[in-house]
């Protein structure tokens, strides 16, 4: 538990400290337990103040959570596009940049699958359309990073396949990120868990296979 | 409000029949608003019983929906391995038989996104390990679908495909899904409504994409 030392933010710097300590509260408590276990009182807590502190500065968990991807959004494109610039024109080394810049970011990994399930859904809609805007300003710097290092493909492509990317992360981290008992269950029952597969293999062999089904259709 | 015309099921074809019209009620309520808002109470509502007696027949709302999604397996390959035998060789053809039979289970694709994040969490493990079993079974009739029409694939790289198309359905039934309130913001402001696109095309398109890159690598 971490408090800046005040129990009311009064200034505006005090305020943004408070503020910023929120976040970092659910960024911890979402890295170690799951975004989907963590409630606005667990960040309540975790900072230090009552739950009605931290709905002065935010509508809801949801509005939280979606402010943390958006930051995920940018901190991942600005890993990502140097290393697909450095890959060069090889499918399998852009792949290899964006898969291991996401799993570099488990937390990022599962605000993805949230974000349109839940996160969306508990907001406003100004805070979706925001969301939406920011997002598309850092996918434009993918597609330009993939349309250089890959120039037979054309920005539709590169759209193709940031979506599909998102897909795969999403999805793939979901699966591959259960309940305790469900990854005891993945131990023990070779079938099940030898199907299941790990994250970062499954992420960058689906995200090379993606490319290379782009890359075909341009002939 | 649907009844069976008795209060409490008591014969061995009572309790089934009740069973069947709790089902019947989620399936219908789920598919009109969404799995993520309906709640036991609305199933037992729907049923015109107390929560109490839903409770005697599944353990959580994720026991039902789970439930659902192992018949949406089942019913989804049944439709799909007979279209993916009818398509032939030709990859785009076999991408829309994939695409187009998930394209009519809407539900299906709703609990597709569901399962992991939430339904396999809100279970006991051994209904995960049956839930499992039964996916599995289902999917190695897709395997031996998809290696019969295009002989040059893998059941590796058949097993990649259908893991890959369960993300595409899954991810981009939820970004086309979202709240009256934000589609209302897709459908004015054409910067966003361009940028989330359709379900179907996005799906057939995605799923093309994949089986020319699994076909690529083994070119």
Known sequence: MQ??????????????QRRDEMLDAARKLATD?????VTMTDIATEVGVHKSAVLRYFETR????????????REWIAACVPAVHASGADPAKVARAIADT?????????????????????????????????????????????TTVLPSLTDADA??????????AST??????????????????????HAVGEFGPNLR????????????RRG
Chains 1, 2 share one sequence.
């Open 3 to 16: 408090t800046s030392g005040f129990q009311r933010a009064r200034s505006a710097e005090h305020k943004q």
């Open 33 to 37: 337990r799951g975004v989907r276990a």
């Open 62 to 73: 949801e509005a939280v959570f979606l402010e943390l991807a958006t930051e995920g959004w």
């Open 102 to 146: 996401l799993v570099e970011r488990p937390l990022f990994c599962d605000l993805l699958a949230h974000a349109p399930m839940n996160l969306e859904r508990g907001v406003s809609v100004e805070a979706v359309r925001e969301f939406k805007l920011a997002t598309f300003g850092h996918i434009d710097r993918f597609v330009e990073a993939v």
């Open 159 to 168: 759209h193709e396949l940031v979506s599909a990317v998102n897909a795969f």
């Open 172 to 193: 793939l981290w979901q699966i591959t990120h259960p309940t305790d008992a469900v990854a005891e269950l993945y131990r023990t029952d070779p079938q099940i868990g």
């Open 205 to 216: 062999q689906q995200t090379e296979t993606f490319i290379l089904g782009l890359l075909a």
